[in-house]
């Protein structure tokens, strides 16, 4: 068995942060104009010296949160077909293509930013509409919807052209014997 504490494994730990804990921290953030309690863990986690608990109650809050804007990014792309280019391939994972290893490397270095740029436009977009029930009078409408605009664009186009990545990299692949008889 391959060693699990070198490059790789520090290579599918960073494709597991920006897929899930970014996005998620996004939405935790979103969430904390709203729950005094979440402000609070996200200022005592980012103001100075902080406890092992307070960010580990970050990470987990951020994860959680990611996993569900994972889900939900999952129902609008992929399952509601809303954005059919960002649509992901049926059987990500499931190809009996190459060697795992190229398989392995072709997700970490297409499909987990594919999920980064789309789960964060989703994090961002809920944000955004959680935003417009804030009494707050920092912002108006306007520079929010044209942030809006611009991030989304920029998210959804990158998001975009990582699937397309990660399948031609798939595509590549020799088949398996299992397919080539099938």
Not at 60 to 83: D, Y
Not at 123 to 152: D, Q, R
Request: charged letters at 20%; hydrophobic letters at 50%.
């Amino acid at each position: 068995m391959a060693d699990e504490t070198g490059p790789d494994q520090i290579t599918r730990n960073f494709g597991f942060i920006i897929a899930f804990l970014l996005p998620g921290f996004i939405g935790l953030w979103g969430i904390s104009y709203f729950d005094r309690g979440v402000e609070s863990w996200i200022k005592r986690a980012s103001s100075g010296p902080t406890s092992i608990g307070d960010f580990l109650l970050v990470v987990v809050a951020s994860l959680g949160i990611g996993i569900f804007v994972s889900g939900l990014r999952c129902l609008l792309f992929e399952e509601l077909n809303l954005l059919k280019a960002l649509k992901a391939p049926a059987k990500v994972g499931q190809e009996n293509r190459g060697p795992l290893s190229v398989q392995r490397e072709a997700n970490e270095n297409f499909y987990k930013f594919y999920l980064f740029y789309a789960n964060t436009a989703v994090a961002v977009f809920v944000v955004f509409v959680v935003s417009l029930f804030l009494p707050s009078h920092e912002w108006t409408l306007l520079p929010k919807a044209i942030a809006l605009v611009v991030s989304e664009v920029i998210l959804v186009f990158s998001a975009k052209d990582s699937i397309k990545r990660y399948r031609e990299a798939i595509r590549a692949l020799p088949m398996g014997p299992e397919q080539k008889t099938a």
